[in-house]
């Protein structure tokens, strides 16, 4: 089984924001798959289902962001899975261009505050991920309110693509195929 994790924030204020990219890609698998993700449980709204022939959970976890290892770290033990093996958190990245990705089996926070809080909870920083980008946040902003803000209509465009790429992504590595998500993803897109 996989427990696939979108990290943002719960209310509807956030909705579309930069910070809850992982929020967006969960709604999109739970599309294509057809899993609902409306159950309450683990601190999260969960579903579900099967991708790719595997039992996967889809979780959105409603702690806030900087929470997000509480709920998680609830799941992981409740359902017994190898966060090292069996987890894939997937969230914004403001070091990527709008809508690229960067794939990774292990890795530090990088200075992102719900990843941090998922590492201390688990205690371990080796889980997959799918680090989602939102764009390098312009000078002279305050990162909590770039984060926080929406995306321009180029910008949503690109964000698109992302979110189908992030899909296609977790279902490689939910099929043991981390690998070949990497090395199709994991490239600097020409613009």
Same mark, same amino acid.
């Given at each position: 089984? $996989?427990?696939?994790?979108? +990290?943002?924030?719960?209310?509807?204020?956030?909705?579309?924001?930069? #910070?809850?990219?992982?929020?967006? *890609?969960?709604?999109? +698998?739970?599309?294509? &798959?057809?899993?609902?993700?409306?159950?309450?449980? !683990?601190?999260? &709204?969960?579903?579900?289902?099967?991708?790719?022939?595997?039992?996967?959970?889809?979780?959105?976890?409603?702690? &806030?962001?900087? =929470?997000?290892?509480?709920? %998680?770290?609830?799941? *992981?033990?409740?359902? @017994?899975?190898?966060?090292?093996?069996? +987890?894939?958190?997937?969230?914004?990245?403001?070091? =990527?261009?709008?809508?690229?990705?960067?794939?990774?089996?292990?890795?530090?926070?990088?200075?992102?505050?719900?990843?941090?809080?998922?590492?201390? !909870?688990?205690?371990?920083?080796? $889980?997959?991920? %799918?680090?989602?980008? *939102?764009?390098?946040?312009?000078?002279?902003?305050? =990162?909590?309110?770039?984060?926080?803000? !929406?995306?321009?209509?180029?910008? @949503? /465009?690109?964000?698109? /693509?992302? &979110?189908?790429?992030?899909? #296609?992504?977790?279902?490689?590595? *939910?099929?043991?195929?981390?690998?070949?998500?990497?090395? /199709?993803?994991?490239? @600097? @897109?020409? +613009?």
């Amino acid at each position: 089984m $996989f427990i696939i994790a979108g +990290l943002g924030n719960p209310d509807r204020q956030y909705e579309g924001t930069r #910070h809850n990219v992982g929020f967006d *890609v969960i709604d999109r +698998l739970s599309e294509k &798959y057809n899993i609902s993700v409306d159950t309450k449980k !683990h601190r999260a &709204y969960i579903g579900k289902g099967i991708i790719e022939g595997q039992k996967v959970i889809l979780a959105k976890p409603q702690t &806030y962001m900087n =929470l997000s290892g509480e709920s %998680i770290r609830s799941m *992981v033990d409740y359902y @017994k899975i190898d966060p090292e093996q069996e +987890l894939l958190v997937i969230y914004d990245d403001i070091n =990527l261009g709008v809508g690229q990705l960067r794939i990774r089996e292990k890795g530090s926070a990088g200075g992102h505050n719900g990843i941090k809080n998922i590492i201390a !909870h688990l205690g371990t920083q080796v $889980f997959p991920r %799918i680090r989602v980008g *939102v764009g390098e946040k312009p000078k002279g902003y305050d =990162l909590a309110d770039y984060v926080l803000g !929406h995306f321009s209509k180029a910008e @949503k /465009e690109l964000m698109d /693509e992302g &979110y189908d790429n992030a899909v #296609h992504a977790a279902g490689l590595i *939910v099929s043991g195929e981390i690998k070949e998500a990497m090395n /199709e993803y994991n490239r @600097k @897109k020409s +613009l």
